[in-house]
């Protein structure tokens, strides 16, 4: 038997296992943003150490931190071959609103050929994925063919804000040549992509305050500034009319898009018709000069993610609101820093800001982007890999999301990052009903068995930036 067979014979043979074992992982709420899931979290953990102990992975611990912990295993006796870091995270969104989910958000369920529960797709599924792979290979030869290190946190929904401190303090013990992970998509049902670009992030939150409470507005209207007029009028200079940033100096460091990538989505023939369709929409609508794949994967963005202020409960309160405000994202391309484009965001909104109100603003979540040459040959061993089980060509794109943590890696660590995802976009992750389509689970399973003996061709030499 081949590789890929004696690979195939035992996923076949493991497979309603495999899902009963996915599903006890799935059961658990390990919701990170909440304070109420800390034992979830702590559960979780516990349950991936003994799952890496079962797959064979051996120096096994649960790391603190000054949030949730880290799980971290190993196997380090192919000696001679190349190191994988695995990277991902068994924390996963809150739920609501409930009454929108089919079945329990953490009671697993199989419609359709489909796992729902939330954490199926975003990312306990294809973290189950990658230990499941490193036990079938285990269970093949009795070892891998390559040295694997796995490192799981509980914290990337919330935006990683203590992995960055482990990975500078354990880099001798996260020591490797290359980076894997799995927590992205394909670009489409049964189209493999290798992701080898992210936007980075900068989000923000515009309070605008008025007078001292509300107000009677029959009394006060027309005379005292409504902070709900104001923050409206900050938030339409953020844009042209045709969709463009106004913000000055925003796009002083964008990288160009290269003429090679530019053919290369040209070459995948994007549907934007069946979009429109499958989202809802009459027209598209962004940046002039641009297709949609352009502009959602390597164009930054501005959005306003929530307007609040006023009243909003049934029928009318003739009331002139003290307070309002706003949320503010940013996805950033590479060449452009989060620290740099606030600023230019403060300085605009300073700028703009209507008199009568105090406006003051508020830094949240930063990441920069990230990018990597999509002809490097572990890139290219992985596209490899998906071809041999999907039997079609590989896509190498980039995404329009932010993984912050990735740019930490690239910069800490100096190593080539491979995102090969399993995910499809319609999989509801963040939102009721997300689900993972188990014939890319089935697949994956395949492809990640593969990918780990098609690493082990090369050298560590081969594998340097």
Known sequence: MSHLEKLDAYFTSKRE??????????????????????????KAAEWLKDSFHQAGLENLSIDETEGHPVVYGDWLHAEGKPTILFYGHY??????PVNLWESGPFEPEVRDNKLYARGASDDKGQVFMHVKAVEALMNENGSLPVNVKFIIEGEEEIGSPNLEKYIEENK??????????????????????ICYGLRGLAGVQ????????????GIYGGGVQNPIHAISEILASFHDKEGTIAVEG?????????????????????????LKQEIGVGEL?????????????????????????????????????????????????PDQDPEDIVKKLKAHIEEHKPAGVTVTVSEFDKGKPFITPFDHPAIQAAGKSYEKVYDVPT????????????????????????????????????????????????????????????????????LKK
């Open 91 to 96: 924390d996963v969104q809150p739920v609501d």
């Open 172 to 193: 001798e013990k996260l020591a490797a040549d290359i980076i894997v992970i799995s927590d992205t998509g394909m670009y489409g049902p049964g189209k493999p992509a």
């Open 395 to 462: 896509a190498f794109t980039r995404m329009g999301g932010s993984i912050p943590i990735v740019a930490a890696f690239d910069e800490i660590l100096n190593l080539p990052v491979v995102l090969m995802g399993f995910g499809l976009s319609s999989e509801n992750f963040h939102a009721p009903n997300e689900h993972f389509h188990l014939e890319n689970f089935d697949k994956g399973l395949r492809v990640i068995g593969d990918y780990y003996n098609e690493l082990a061709q090369f050298s560590k030499d081969d």
């Open 17 to 42: 296992e495999h899902l009963e074992q996915l599903k006890d992982f799935l059961r658990i709420p390990s919701i990170s943003a909440l304070s109420e899931h800390k034992p979830d979290m702590q």
């Open 250 to 274: 925003f796009y002083d460091d964008v990288r160009p898009l290269a003429d090679e990538e530019r053919a290369a989505y040209e070459a995948l023939n994007f549907d934007e018709d069946a």
């Open 285 to 333: 609508f962004g940046e002039k000069g641009y297709s949609y794949l352009e502009r959602t994967w390597t164009r930054p963005t501005l959005e306003v993610n929530g307007v609040f202020g006023g009243f909003s409960g049934e029928g009318i309160k003739t009331v002139l609101p003290s307070e309002a405000g706003a949320k503010i994202t940013c996805r950033l391309v």
């Open 206 to 217: 515009i309070d605008v305050k008025g007078a001292k409470g509300d107000l009677h507005s």
